[in-house]
């Protein structure tokens, strides 16, 4: 398991996405997946990252992001946990109007997939919260960040 996140994490870093955009996709499936330990993880990561305070806030409390293109990865995402990959010609439109290319459509599910491993993992392990991660803790839809 190690080994495969390990993998999957090297080739999510080398797409086109920014750290910004990557934090998007990886929050967002932690989101959809009620994860949360790597909710609170990946809003530490991205303080660090230097991600804009307001997608954090918006990514943890299910708020639009005020830039639309990535208020657009957002959705995006979020309709292909919903759609279980079957998203709309509407859907992949939406993706496209934004700026987004067909790559990035492949990126997100890159992303989607790498997190979706770690947050199943951290349900059955109920892994503990990290000392570092403590002040960003999430308990669902109204957590706010610290």
């Known amino acids: 398991m190690v080994e495969a996140y390990g993998v999957l994490s090297g080739l999510f870093e080398k797409t086109d996405l920014?750290?910004?955009e990557r934090?998007?996709?990886l929050m967002t499936t932690s989101r959809e997946n009620g994860c949360t330990y790597c909710m609170a993880a990946h809003s530490t990561v991205s303080q660090m990252q230097?991600?804009?305070a307001d997608v954090v806030e918006a990514l943890r409390n299910d708020a639009p992001i005020a830039d639309a293109k990535l208020q657009a990865l957002q959705?995006?995402?979020a309709r292909i946990h919903e759609?279980?990959?079957n998203v709309t010609e509407t859907d992949l439109n939406a993706f496209h109007a934004a700026g987004y290319t067909k790559a990035n459509i492949l990126d997100v599910i890159l992303g989607a997939g790498l997190k979706t491993l770690s947050n199943y993992t951290n349900h059955i392990a109920?892994?503990?919260l990290d000392a570092q991660?403590?002040?960003n803790a999430w308990t669902g839809k109204t957590s706010a960040a610290a």
């Open 18 to 20: 920014t750290p910004t």
């Open 23 to 25: 934090q998007i996709v």
């Open 50 to 52: 230097k991600v804009p």
């Open 75 to 77: 959705v995006f995402t």
């Open 83 to 85: 759609t279980r990959g």
């Open 126 to 128: 109920e892994t503990p």
């Open 133 to 135: 991660f403590q002040a």
